[in-house]
DNA sequence: CCATTATGTCAGCATTATTGACATATTTCG
DNA sequence: CGAAATATGTCAATAATGCTGACATAATGG
């Protein structure tokens, strides 16, 4: 049974991948479809593990996930970014304040604002969390060989609404900035 | 602003993609987390639309795609598929037997197994859902060039837990074939 | 006949999301 | 200055989807 289709083969139904033209839907691409399910719910499945020994849910990975990566994120922005309202965010957002995962700090210019800082904790939390599936992903990279790395982030940025994908990539690369060094005024 | 990283560029953090060895994890994939979560909410984001209007949720889609896509499944299959209870799935499946999108027959060996299909209204249900994320990823497949679908199922199918792995891959592989032409015994 | 299997169902609970309404503090603007 | 707008928090109710535990029914199979 080893190692089925993890190797290219010619693959029948490629009809000829049919790019631009939304006609009238030759064949669903059934194959990629239930790929993304089952992918994306193992791509998840080791943080749930270890957030579930601690009480916290998905919503909290999520949370914890963006303030990590946006040290200084007004609440606004971040439901702006998880696209939930206030009610879900506040639930979360007050467990993991009450245990020390996430700190708020009044800003600067604007004293309303409740700028949100991941402690030290959260920060290992989050970096536990995103070692696992670092690890996930990078085990399939090697497999890939290289260049596959670049077709993969293509495709998932391309696969985000049109409308939301500069300001997602904006994201992703402003924070890959922002992260590696210390951030200056953390709490 | 337009367009932001979807053409290729070097990619700093490329370090030489440290396939196999899983050490104690160089620097997070933070891109490629963070697309996926993004790329994910949108791909699910279609159906939920139209599923909406139905009365209908996540979960019905879930079960109707399968459904669907393995005509005569037993509950039992189904279960062990998605990884949910049966009171969970017996919920939202008496909901889509009620309302008319999937039917049961008796097993003809075994008379206790109750073997679902989907009735033509859940044929269409199916179809339209999958249209819908097709023509997402024929798009983007069709900017990424020849040899991105195959790097794409790849990348996919790894990510998969290896328990799982070959059980999926032989299950997209068999629907490749039960699907296209019209199943015999349907209800 | 009896143990097992396949399925269904009742009852209760948890998580995560929603809407609507309202409260508080602070900034901004006329 | 004072009113309007903004940023945030919170209360209450509801929905969707998952869970556990317990039990019921029907059919299979030794």
Do not use: C
Not at 121 to 135: D, K, R, S
Not at 137 to 153: T, W
């Amino acid at each position: 049974m080893a190692d089925v289709s993890l190797t290219t083969r010619p693959d029948p139904h490629v009809t000829a991948t049919r790019g631009e033209q939304a006609g009238p839907a030759a064949e669903p691409s059934w194959d990629l479809i239930e790929l993304l399910f089952f992918a994306y719910r193992d791509f998840v499945g080791d943080p749930d593990e270890v957030l579930a020994k601690l009480g916290f849910g998905r919503a909290h990975h999520r949370v914890l996930h963006f303030v990590n990566r946006n040290p200084g994120i007004k609440v606004a922005d971040l439901l702006d970014v998880l696209k939930i309202t206030k009610q879900s965010l506040g639930r979360v957002l007050k467990q993991l304040i009450d245990d020390g995962y996430v700190a708020q700090r009044e800003g600067e210019h604007d004293r309303r604002q409740r700028l949100l800082y991941v402690t030290p904790a959260g920060e290992a939390l989050a970096m536990q969390l995103a070692g696992l599936q670092t690890a996930r992903i990078s085990r399939v990279l090697g497999e890939l060989g290289p260049g596959g790395r670049e077709v993969v982030r293509r495709f998932l940025a391309g696969m985000i609404d049109a409308g939301d994908r500069d300001r997602v990539l904006r994201m992703v690369a402003r924070a890959d900035r922002t992260r590696p060094r210390r951030r200056d005024g953390a709490p």
